[in-house]
């Protein structure tokens, strides 16, 4: 037996306050269980887990592969839900099953506009801070390259080199391995404006060679 269980939730205890202004994961398992219809069915954990995933890749996805799912994420995020975050709003009804509570129903469709405004479909959810990919990114648009390319639409060899943190001489395959990693970023934050950068620097690449 839980120590929930053992102490019945209190009415004080049920969250009331307002989803954050900034994603989160645990506003996202939230949302993610009640896109799944949770206000009117139990949900398995492994679907909420994928729809969360869908919702915010860049969030739940591992750190050298942000393109999997990391259940990990998703289960930090329901314990402190129960425990802490959000509490009141979600129903056990077996060890692999969530639904809403009234209360939840009533949070979610009361704050819906904020949550389609966060995690609409059109919405790309940002990474935290600390994942791979926001240092990645945050990298990328530092470099010499990146100004230069926003400046004037291109950039020297040297300086894609050192955005690339290779220099003018590595090998082939250094240089594609790093074209691959831009490739990649590109795709999950589904920045066009680095998908142009990897189109020019690879034009670049192969007028030096």
Request: glycine share 6%; with cysteine.
């Amino acid at each position: 037996m839980t120590a929930r269980e053992r102490h019945p939730i209190l009415e004080e205890d049920i969250r009331t306050d307002a989803p954050g202004t900034d994603a989160n994961n645990n506003d996202v398992f939230v949302w993610a269980l009640y896109l799944l219809g949770g206000a009117s069915k139990t949900i398995d954990v492994e679907q909420i887990y994928l729809k969360a995933f869908e919702i915010a890749p860049l969030r739940f996805g591992w750190r050298t592969r942000p393109d999997i799912p990391n259940f990990k994420k998703t289960s930090k995020a329901l314990q402190a839900i129960e425990a802490k975050t959000h509490v009141g709003l979600l129903q056990k009804l077996g060890a692999n099953t969530r639904r809403l509570t009234p209360a939840g129903v009533a949070w979610v469709e009361a704050y819906k506009p904020l949550f389609e405004l966060n995690y609409g479909e059109s919405k790309i959810v940002k990474a935290p801070a600390t994942s791979e990919i926001s240092r990645q990114s945050k990298d990328l648009h530092s470099s010499e390259a990146w100004k230069s390319f926003k400046a004037k639409g291109t950039f020297k060899l040297g300086e894609l080199a050192r955005a690339c943190k290779c220099s003018i001489g590595s090998s082939d395959k250094i240089w594609q391995d790093r074209f691959a990693d831009f490739e990649q970023l590109a795709a999950l934050t589904k920045d066009q404006e680095i998908a142009d950068f990897l189109t020019i620097a690879k034009n670049i690449y192969k007028e030096s060679r």
